[in-house]
C-alpha cells in the first residue's frame, strides 16, 4: 500500500510539480527585502514575461490553427504565411511584460489571506485540468489535448480567482478615507519603504490606484459632495484591478504547463502533431 501511495504521490508531483514550484516561487518573490526585490525586478520582470507569454502565444496559435485548418488546405502558401510571425509573437510579448508587472507588484502588496484564493485557485486548475484531460481523451486528437485543455481552464480559474479576490477586498480592513481630500489620503496611505526605485515607483502607483478606489466608494456614500457615478468607478476599479490581477496568475501557471510540456515533449508526439 506504501509504495502505491508513493507511486500516486510521485504521478502527481510530475504532472503538477512545475506549478507548485511556480507558485512556491511567486511567494517567495513577496517576501523579498526592498532592496533585494528591487535588484531582480528586471529579471523576475523579463521571466515571468516569457512564462505567460508561453500560454498566451500557444493559445494564440492554437486558435489561428484552427482557423486556417478550416477555410485553407494544408499545401496552400497562405497556410504558412497566416500561420502567425512577428506581429503576433510581439503582441503577445508586450502582453506578457504587462500581466508580468501588474503580477509582480501586486504580489508584494498582497494580503497573506489573500495567498489562500490563489493556493485555491491553483489546486481548482489541476484538478480541472485532470478531468478535461480524462473526457477530451475520447474526442480530441491526443497531441491537441495539454494545449485545448489549458486554453478552456484560463476563463474558469481566473473568474473564480477575481471573485474571490473580490470578496476579500471587501471583507479585510480597509484603510478609512472618509472626510479626506484625495491629495491627502494619498499622502497618509502611500508607503515609501521602497524608496525611489522603480519597482517603489510602481508599488506606489498600484497603491495610490487601490486607495482611489476605496477612497472613492467610502466618500460617495457619505458625502454629498461626490457625485454617485463615483461609487461606479470605484466598483469598475476594483473589478478590473482584481480580474486584471487574477488573469496574470491564471496566464503564468497556464504558461509554466505550457513550456514544461514543450520541453519535455516526446519526438513521437512532435510526428503526431504535424500530420
Do not use: K
Not at 514575461?49 to 496552400?76: D, M, N, P, T, V
Not at 502567425?84 to 503580477?103: C, E, K, Y
Not at 484625495?182 to 498600484?206: D, P
Amino acid at each position: 500500500m506504501s509504495e502505491r501511495r508513493y507511486a500516486a504521490w510521485r504521478g502527481i508531483f510530475y504532472r503538477h510539480g512545475h506549478i507548485a514550484l511556480a507558485v512556491v516561487g511567486l511567494l517567495a518573490w513577496s517576501r523579498l527585502g526592498p532592496g533585494l526585490a528591487s535588484v531582480l525586478l528586471l529579471p523576475a520582470w523579463a521571466f515571468a514575461g516569457q512564462l505567460i507569454f508561453a500560454g498566451s502565444f500557444e493559445a494564440a496559435r492554437l486558435r489561428r490553427g484552427a482557423w486556417l485548418g478550416q477555410y485553407l488546405h494544408a499545401s496552400s502558401p497562405w497556410h504558412r504565411r497566416l500561420r502567425g510571425g512577428l506581429f503576433m509573437i510581439l503582441s503577445h510579448q508586450l502582453l506578457g511584460l504587462l500581466l508580468a508587472l501588474l503580477l509582480l507588484v501586486q504580489l508584494r502588496l498582497l494580503s497573506p489571506v489573500a495567498w489562500l484564493a490563489l493556493l485555491l485557485a491553483t489546486l481548482t486548475l489541476g484538478w480541472l485540468q485532470a478531468i478535461l484531460r480524462r473526457r477530451m481523451a475520447r474526442h480530441v486528437v491526443a497531441a491537441y489535448i495539454p494545449s485545448l485543455t489549458r486554453r478552456l481552464l484560463v476563463w474558469p480559474v481566473g473568474g473564480l480567482l477575481a471573485l474571490l479576490l473580490m470578496f476579500l477586498a471587501l471583507w479585510l480592513p480597509q484603510p478609512y478615507l472618509v472626510g479626506l481630500a484625495w491629495e491627502e489620503a494619498l499622502l497618509r496611505h502611500v508607503s515609501t519603504a521602497s524608496g525611489g526605485t522603480l519597482l517603489g515607483f510602481f508599488e506606489r502607483l498600484a497603491q495610490a490606484v487601490e486607495l482611489t478606489q476605496y477612497w472613492a466608494m467610502q466618500n460617495a456614500v457619505t458625502r454629498a459632495g461626490i457625485d454617485d457615478w463615483m461609487v461606479l468607478i470605484g466598483w469598475l476599479v476594483l473589478l478590473l484591478s482584481q480580474s486584471a490581477f487574477a488573469w496574470a496568475f491564471v496566464r503564468l501557471l497556464v504558461g509554466v504547463d505550457a513550456l514544461c510540456g514543450r520541453l519535455t515533449q516526446r519526438p513521437e508526439s512532435g510526428r503526431e502533431e504535424s500530420t
